[in-house]
């Protein structure tokens, strides 16, 4: 018997550091006009939620973290839960996968700082809900980690 040990296929054991952002999903909510539901079909901007560059290998085609050197991102599908926390204030959030994304090969090499904590390429956008969770929807990016415990 073979065990797939894709890169890709690996658990996410470790938290993985970058930038989180957010976007907007689902019917119209707080700053959000009416958006689609998101690869899942059931993303809601005022719910908990959010995309994952690596849901499937549609999105991993679309998304690429790999082109900015990001490794250790596990395929994760719809529903699955991860962890957010904002390396600015320490907050954190838990939000389930309802879409594909970010694009992260896009901001290969964004950084985004405050203090000493800071984060490179966008691995994560949250709901506006989740996002304000953690931090004020203005500031657009904050650095972060994501782990699933």
């Known amino acids: ?5 894709h890169p890709w296929k690996e658990a996410l054991v470790v938290a993985l550091r970058g930038e989180v952002s957010w976007f ?13 539901g ?4 059931t993303c809601r901007s005022a719910n908990y939620q959010h995309a994952w560059p690596n849901t499937s290998d549609a999105c991993l085609a679309i998304t690429r973290p790999d082109a900015c050197g990001v490794t250790g991102m596990s ?9 957010t926390t904002n390396l600015c204030n320490g907050a954190r959030v838990g939000t389930t996968i309802a879409d594909c994304g970010p ?17 490179s390429n966008r691995i994560i956008d949250l709901t ?5 969770a953690i931090a004020s ?8 980690s994501v782990d699933t415990v």
């Open 38 to 41: 998101g690869a899942c079909g």
């Open 24 to 36: 907007c999903c689902g019917s119209a909510w707080g700053p959000c006009g009416t958006a689609g």
């Open 137 to 144: 929807l203005t500031t657009g990016l904050r650095p972060c």
């Open 128 to 132: 506006p809900a989740a996002y304000s």
């Open 1 to 5: 018997m073979s065990i797939d040990c």
């Open 75 to 83: 395929r994760r599908g719809c529903g699955f839960r991860h962890y």
């Open 103 to 119: 694009q992260t090969d896009l901001f290969c090499g964004e950084r985004t700082c405050c203090g000493s904590a800071c984060g």
